[in-house]
T-cell receptor, first 113, second 114 residues
Framework: DTEVTQTPKHLVMGMTNKKSLKCEQH?????MYWYKQKAKKPPELMFV???????INESVPSRFSPECPNSSLLNLHLHALQPEDSALYLC????????????FGDGTRLSIL | DQQVKQNSPSLSVQEGRISILNCDYT??????FLWYKKYPAEGPTFLIS?????DKNEDGRFTVFLNKSAKHLSLHIVPSQPGDSAVYFC?????????????FGKGTKLSVKP
């Protein structure tokens, strides 16, 4: 069982919908991450939160809006997505500091109609 | 251009034999390397890591070797078991792993046949 929990596991939405992906960890980790993974491709970093502050935004379009309400939760708000945004969205967390190991959730499979 | 390369998309090995998965990188600033294993419909699971100050790290059946001069690392699994069948991702980070900016390879699908 993964220690990083992501909900929902699957999401189908239209291009005009607004939805949110949720991620939760209770390992006391202070860094949390969103990755996007397309089929047959490696995960690609989208955002990094460190101590609940956004520290990295890898030039992600504004239709993706991350939020870190507290040290255990990480959300990804979605609005006006495009069909090419269909992918597996992975959340990860790690202890802060050097040589950290990231622990991943099982992901949310997102399909945009 | 890919900074982390796994040139073998797939590998098939007989149960009990050694599996060797390879990874090359181009960025000399990388100083921490990790291997993740991924089953279908699950997220990547951390397997083993190595920092650039070492050339070998061992954990049970899994050993990672790092050759900094060749910018190459490999994961050895011995003996291989059918449950090891999964996609293996090599990942690298720089600047002491700070900010957690992991760069992943494309993965190698390992099949261990009974």
């Amino acid at each position: 069982d993964t220690e990083v929990t992501q909900t929902p596991k699957h999401l189908v939405m239209g291009m005009t919908n607004k939805k949110s992906l949720k991620c939760e960890q209770h390992m006391g980790h202070r860094a949390m991450y969103w990755y996007k993974q397309k089929a047959k491709k490696p995960p690609e970093l989208m955002f990094v939160y460190s101590y609940e502050k956004l520290s990295i935004n890898e030039s992600v379009p504004s239709r993706f809006s991350p939020e870190c309400p507290n040290s255990s939760l990480l959300n990804l708000h979605l609005h006006a997505l495009q069909p090419e945004d269909s992918a597996l969205y992975l959340c990860a967390s790690s202890q802060e500091g050097s040589f950290e190991t990231q622990h991943f959730g099982d992901g949310t499979r997102l399909s945009i109609l | 251009d890919q900074q982390v390369k796994q040139n073998s998309p797939s590998l098939s090995v007989q149960e009990g034999r050694i599996s060797i998965l390879n990874c090359d990188y181009t960025n000399s600033m990388f100083d921490y390397f990790l291997w993740y294993k991924k089953y279908p419909a699950e997220g990547p699971t951390f397997l083993i890591s190595i920092s650039s100050i070492k050339d070998k790290n061992e954990d049970g059946r899994f050993t990672v070797f790092l050759n900094k001069s060749a910018k190459h690392l490999s994961l050895h699994i011995v003996p291989s078991q059918p449950g090891d069948s999964a996609v293996y991702f090599c990942a690298a980070s720089g600047h002491g792993g700070s900010q957690g900016n992991l760069i992943f390879g494309k993965g190698t699908k390992l099949s261990v046949k009974p």
